[in-house]
T-cell receptor, first 109, second 118 residues
Framework: GQNIDQPTEMTATEGAIVQINCTYQ??????LFWYQQHAGEAPTFLSYNVLDGLEEKGRFSSFLSRSKGYSYLLLKELQMKDSASYLCASMDSNYQLIWGAGTKLIIKP | GAVVSQHPSWVICKSGTSVKIECRSL??????MFWYRQFPKQSLMLMATSNEGSKATYEQGVEKDKFLINHASLTLSTLTVTSAHPEDSSFYICSASPMGSELNNEQFFGPGTRLTVL
């Protein structure tokens, strides 16, 4: 079956670094996406990885290991506005996104 | 660029009525649009994949006669919830893949439509 696992909730301190992990099992693989979703809003795109390695984009970085079926999203210099749910999604062989349930990130001052 | 709009943003309707939700790609053409439903504190659930000029492909468990999808042009897809019931109350989100986006397979999301059925 197809499955995406990510922690339900994480807490971090403003200014710190947090890493949100995601493991996936999908029928085929066409890339791993990370989205940010604030409460009551639609997801917004953060990153896309299809090759192994780290992709850095400002304060956010995303890592992929295809052999391990593993990805993480790294957020640096956390700000209060980063409080949101972070959704991991794997694109399968039919180019459909298989979504994780999301990780609710709580930032404390 | 790559903006997707949805209308309405929110709607409240009586049980038994039908509600139409529009999804538009404003600055790009999309051969494929996706409709999702998200219940509180749950992940997005793909309802159907809509391809311009052809019938939508529905996910298992989604009633095609209840959730009518029309993708009449490369910039517009509509979802009609027919004979809505309170259990249909949810956040409906569409996304669109730009033509020629095969390199990154990115989907751009609309802002979502919150449906409340009384």
């Amino acid at each position: 079956g197809q499955n995406i696992d990510q922690p339900t909730e994480m807490t971090a301190t403003e200014g710190a670094i947090v890493q949100i992990n995601c493991t996936y099992q999908t029928s085929g693989f066409n890339g791993l996406f990370w989205y940010q979703q604030h409460a009551g809003e639609a997801p917004t795109f953060l990153s896309y990885n299809v090759l192994d390695g780290l992709e850095e984009k400002g304060r956010f970085s995303s890592f992929l290991s295809r052999s391990k079926g593993y990805s993480y999203l790294l957020l640096k210099e956390l700000q209060m506005k980063d409080s949101a749910s972070y959704l991991c999604a794997s694109m399968d062989s039919n180019y459909q996104l298989i979504w994780g349930a999301g990780t609710k990130l709580i930032i404390k001052p | 660029g790559a903006v997707v709009s949805q209308h309405p943003s929110w709607v409240i309707c009586k049980s038994g009525t039908s509600v139409k939700i529009e999804c538009r790609s404003l600055d790009f053409q999309a051969t494929t649009m996706f409709w999702y439903r998200q219940f509180p504190k749950q992940s997005l659930m793909l309802m159907a994949t809509s391809n311009e000029g052809s019938k939508a492909t529905y996910e298992q468990g989604v009633e095609k006669d209840k959730f009518l999808i029309n993708h009449a042009s490369l910039t517009l897809s509509t979802l009609t919830v027919t004979s809505a019931h309170p259990e249909d109350s949810s956040f409906y989100i569409c996304s669109a893949s730009p033509m020629g986006s095969e390199l990154n397979n990115e989907q751009f999301f609309g802002p979502g439509t919150r449906l409340t059925v009384l």
